[in-house]
């Protein structure tokens, strides 16, 4: 429309700038792109990153190897909590808040999960650490949280969780704080479909 | 240069009425639109956040419930943000990048005028909620507040989901307004403008652009990742499917963060423009300010997490975000001193602008000096989600935004109209808008420091002086936006012919057009010397 009132050298240089703004307008694209493609490797940079060094406080979700040194020199204390997301009609709680352990020994804990409503639920727990520095060093032998677990209308049933933690946790982590928040399973399921 | 402009007149036929503005390529169209656009949402979101202050007024809930309550805080961010700071410079954008740089029009004229029609539907996305509420359908809007976080977003009602498809919206009319910045800025330039005889504005929205490029494109990763979580079945954000809610925080602030500077810098940009006009200087330390633009703009990109602090990172971590997060103080201070430099002993006239733009100088180092004490990880610890951070936002967001904005408006208004503004009214209008806006937001600080959280519509009696306060400057802040309303209103319906140079000091290319300039300006490119 405007290249009417310039002369055939401009409308020459006209040409020559839409080209050149073309190639620009096809680099940013690429740019736009790169961008898109780079928020969703983060997620697996994350999970990398936080598998390496604990950030999360996701524990080892396979059975972990014992120990084969105790270290009898110091102490470290292991606090319990639980919690039950909505959706869930369960009693979940531990059965002692805290226990004392020297790093390499193997302890056992009991969570106590009871049923309170008319049909059958079968829940997952997720298990959080804190601080999260200590997470790579809290290893798992035995846990319900590696399964599903599926209660009858009313059943109470004890939940094992047998773990050490790791003579390599730093020296100056004294109090490991375990919590578990259990989720409707058949949910998750369900939003799956 | 008036006499091209004359013969060019004549060939200016476009289409009328409503056909003109849907249908437009013309970059001065297209900037009023999205202006007024601005505008409008400026008011709407405005409107929104009196009835939090309204609730905010005395202890106790009086007006609303709270569900509602978290709407309006969420809904009123968003549109202030994306639908009104953003557009506001997209808008100036479109009309003075090509008259400054000498450029006939925007590199991509059609791309123009579909991102700008973009963004109506996005904001009727967001309100829609609320008027669908209205007819028992859904729950209402978004009440998450703007930063989206899992899982409270996942579990949310479809305010959620109209949110998150409104993001999309304005995330793609910002991309195409980027490129289309940046094409025009690299390619456009009159025949002898190098990069470093650029205008300032020009320098800022470059910088501006590229991290729209980077950063929005995450965003929308990250609202679909919680799209997808929400109805599809994935697992991103969930922790009972081996998600991690904290993953949400790091995508949203990667991008959070550079928004901050994404919704300033064209305001950095234009800024030293209008202090030297009405200083009859020149600007000070050029080299050094577009320097300090792109460190800020870099530096932007690798600091998210102090948004985030108490959320359990573990020390180095934290150490590193905090001194990254100080160091960006270093090159703003630079632009600071560039500033007070530009108008030292000069001859200074305080028309409106003047009083706007040193108004924002000081208005925004506070909000500079108050986000360094919330960059301080120890003291974070207690002011992280209290009204402290609510008020040093504001600091930087609406007296570092928008009364930027409002400066640029009134520098530039009596050029886009060819007719000067009501100056009494102007100056009236930033006295009110100053001094309310500080009644509003220093009781805050306070209220903060004393522990007041924020996004609650109750609080303890302690509190009920200060947030009384608050409340009633707030009204007396969105009373006075009328009167610019108003003088915009009646610059355009008419007035006092402005001059084609408008202010005695004024430089730059735009100055050298008539007032208003005409529908096609620089068909034939000035030579820059």
Redesign the interface.
């Known amino acids: 429309m405007?290249s009417r009132?310039?002369g055939c050298h401009?409308a020459a240089i006209d040409t020559e700038?839409q080209k050149?703004?073309r190639k620009?307008?096809i680099k940013?694209?690429w740019?736009?792109?790169g961008?898109?493609l780079?928020?969703?490797a983060?997620?697996p940079l994350?999970?990398v990153i936080?598998k390496v060094?604990g950030?999360?406080?996701?524990t080892n979700v396979i059975p972990a190897q014992v120990s084969k040194q105790v270290d009898l020199t110091r102490e470290v204390s292991v606090e319990l909590t639980s919690s039950v997301?909505p959706g869930l009609g369960w009693n979940f709680y531990p059965e002692t808040p805290r226990v004392n352990v020297h790093p390499g020994e193997i302890q056992s804990v009991t969570f106590i999960a009871k049923n309170v409503t008319n049909e059958v639920v079968t829940g997952?727990a997720?298990p959080?650490i804190?601080?999260?520095?200590a997470t790579p060093y809290f290893k798992k032998i035995e846990c319900f949280c590696f399964q599903r677990q599926a209660l009858n209308p009313g059943e109470v049933k004890r939940m094992p969780l047998r773990f050490y933690v790791s003579p390599d946790v730093q020296k100056d982590i004294h109090v490991i704080t375990l919590s578990y928040?259990f989720?409707?399973?058949v949910k998750?399921d369900k939003?799956?479909? | 240069m008036s006499s091209t402009a004359a013969v060019h007149d004549s060939h200016d036929d476009h289409p009328t009425g409503i056909k003109r503005w849907l249908t437009t390529t013309n970059h001065k169209d297209i900037g009023t639109m999205y202006l007024t656009f601005s505008l409008i949402m400026f008011l709407i979101g405005g409107l929104m956040i009196l009835g939090v202050r309204a609730e905010l007024f005395k202890p106790g809930l009086q007006l609303m419930k709270p569900e509602f309550f978290n709407q309006l805080i969420g809904v009123h961010a968003l549109i202030m943000i994306f639908a009104a700071l953003m557009p506001a410079a997209t808008g100036f954008a479109n009309w003075m990048l090509p008259l400054q740089l000498g450029a006939p029009d925007m590199a991509l004229p059609r791309l123009n005028n579909w991102g700008f029609w973009l963004l109506p539907p996005a904001a009727i996305l967001l309100t829609l909620p609320f008027t669908l509420a209205l007819f028992g359908i859904g729950d209402g809007a978004i009440a998450t507040g703007w930063t989206f976080y899992a899982p409270l977003s996942v579990q949310g009602g479809m305010g959620v989901d109209f949110a998150i498809f409104a993001v999309h919206i304005l995330g793609i009319s910002s991309v195409l307004g980027s490129i289309n910045v940046i094409v025009t800025i690299l390619n456009m330039r009159a025949p002898g403008m190098t990069l470093m005889k650029m205008p300032m504005f020009a320098w800022g929205w470059l910088i501006t652009a590229f991290l729209l490029i980077a950063t929005i494109p995450v965003l929308a990763g990250a609202v679909t990742m919680l799209l997808t979580d929400r109805h599809f079945g994935t697992h991103f954000f969930d922790a009972a499917g081996g998600g991690d809610p904290i993953l949400f925080q790091h995508l949203f602030w990667f991008f959070g963060h550079p928004e901050v500077y994404i919704v300033l810098l064209p305001i950095w940009g234009f800024m030293p423009q209008i202090l030297q006009t009405f200083s009859r200087k020149p600007m000070y330390g050029y080299k050094a300010q577009v320097y300090s633009l792109w460190a800020i703009g870099v530096l932007a990109l690798v600091v998210w997490a102090h948004h985030f602090f108490t959320v359990g990172m573990p020390t180095p971590a934290l150490l590193y975000f905090m001194y990254s997060t100080m160091s960006i103080s270093l090159p703003l201070a630079v632009l600071f001193f560039c500033w007070i430099a530009t108008i030292w002993r000069g001859s200074i006239t305080f028309e409106t602008p003047m009083l706007f733009a040193i108004g924002w100088i000081i208005l925004f180092g506070i909000g500079g000096l108050t986000g360094l004490v919330l960059a301080d990880v120890a003291a974070d610890q207690q002011y992280h989600h209290s009204y402290f951070v609510v008020a040093h936002f504001h600091y930087t967001l609406f007296a570092g935004g928008m009364m930027g904005v409002m400066t640029g408006v009134y520098y530039w208004l009596p050029k886009m109209t060819g007719h000067m503004y009501n100056e009494k009214l102007g100056k009236l209008h930033f006295w009110l808008t100053a001094i309310a806006f500080n009644f509003t937001f220093i009781p805050q600080f306070f209220l903060g420091l004393a522990g007041m959280p924020r996004r609650i519509p109750d609080y303890a009696l302690q509190f009920a002086d200060f947030n009384m306060i608050s409340t009633i400057a707030a009204f007396v802040l969105g009373l006075s936006q009328l009167l610019f309303v108003y003088n915009i209103v009646s610059c355009v319906r008419g007035g006092k012919k402005a001059t084609d140079k408008v202010w005695e000091g004024a430089e730059g290319l735009e100055w050298t057009l008539s007032s208003p300039p005409p529908y096609h300006s620089f068909t034939e490119q000035p030579i820059v010397k």
């Open positions: 405007v009132f310039y401009m700038r050149a703004n620009l307008v940013l694209t740019g736009v792109v961008a898109l780079f928020a969703f983060l997620v994350y999970n936080c060094t950030l999360n406080g996701k997301m997952q997720i959080s804190s601080p999260g520095q928040a989720y409707n399973a998750i939003k799956r479909e």
